[in-house]
């Protein structure tokens, strides 16, 4: 059993996982950068140490440094958390050779799965359902016009190393495609140092639907539920709910997918297969993220499973602590995600100093945050300041206490998105459950969030 691990991430998540570490008797150790030295992770774990300058370039993504930390401070395990160097499998690979467990799945299923080019082709093989496409990368422009042609527009560049939504670029024709299959490449080569892209057909119109798979190493794999995550600015999610408004026939078939991919990487720890899912339920696979997702509490509030809790006891090589049959939806939760973003000038980061703040409580509310009264939100990270939960017995109950909460909530003098979620709450297509990836940016294009509010 670990008796102390190493949080190599900051914000909320390293705050989420110092917690459950508490919680099963497990000492922790914060990093931080010159830039979060009064940050509510390191005042919270046993112990911290400075891993470098500002820029995560500097910090949170060098190697060196924090797995000299690691050994500084002798733990026995590394919690990557999620974004920074959770899905590097060199990083993986470098805890393993220094005998310091690396909490999430092996280096080569993060690598079959992290270039997304190669995980379609593992898929394809398997079985699942894609989205058609290239095989493999699109290298020339003019393979790119050629395949569109096959494939009819719209279409899709996506990077090979991608995430986050960057160095993705849908084209309507000819003309845009060549400069979506440029731009597309100089984003990937400047945000992952990798220009290779791929092209699918572009779905108009999808929900993101995601199955949350958990995975030990004595074989065992099960899924926790979907999410949907269809409520999306520029492809990042903006708000998720457990469960989505599916059919249980659909719900099952898509279980047994997500389990079928993980299994043909070897999948262990926990990881979330994405899904695009078109009008008539049809599902195709899209990517899988090998790693813990900001989302994941509102699959811990509908299904009681601590998720981080899991990933620690898997990487002690426990048993999972639940079977697939213990699985249950028991309620339905709703995840709005607070960036320090102004949504009244297109989303313009806020960073600046936190002066007043209030977090509701109340029945059905839970808000991970790292962010206090006096807290300096450090211009170099992403905007994310906190996840508002809540969840009720019906979507109707989760949505109306999350009304409440944002109405209570207060964060400023700094710009947030709480306005902007609260005029999605009380949106009648939202309301109706009709959401897909193109509902943001219809409301904020043609004005309607704000009639419509009015019209509520
Ligand atoms: P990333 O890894 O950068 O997050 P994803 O492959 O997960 O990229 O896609 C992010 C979002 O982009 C999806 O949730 C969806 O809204 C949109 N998207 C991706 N592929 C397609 C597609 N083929 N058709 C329509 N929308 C897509």
Known sequence: MFSKILIANRGEVAVRIIRACREM??????VFSKADRDSLHVRLANDAICIGEAPSSESYLNIPSIISAAE??????????????AENPHFAEICESCEIKFIGPSPESI??????????????????????????VVKEQEEALRLAKKLTYPVIIKAKAGGGGKGMKVAHNDGTLVSAF????????SAFGNPEVYMEKYVKGPRHIEMQIVADSQGHVIHLGERDCSIQRRHQKLVEEAPALISKKLR???GEAAIKAAKAVNYQNVGTVEFLVDDDERFYFMEMNTRLQVEHPVTEMVTGVDIVKEQIRIAQGEKLSVTQDQVEQRCVAIECR???EDPDNNFMPSPGKIETLHFPGGPNVRIDS??????QIPPFYDSMIAKVITWGPDRQQAITTMHRVLDEMEIGPIKTTISLHKRIMTNPTFLKG??????????????KIQQEELAS
């Open 370 to 375: 790292h962010v206090y009264r006096g807290y």
């Open 252 to 254: 099952q078939k898509m």
């Open 338 to 340: 607070i960036n320090a």
């Open 182 to 189: 440029m731009t597309a490449r100089a984003e990937a080569e």
């Open 72 to 85: 500084i401070a002798d733990v026995e395990a590394i919690h990557p958390g999620y974004g920074f160097l």
């Open 25 to 30: 008797g497990i000492r922790t150790i914060a």
């Open 111 to 136: 690598r079959l799965m992290g270039d997304k080019s190669l995980a379609r082709d593992t898929m394809r093989k398997v079985g699942l359902p894609l989205v058609p496409g290239s095989k493999g």
């Open 434 to 447: 009709k959401n897909n990836t193109l509902f943001i940016e219809k409301l904020m294009e043609t004005g």
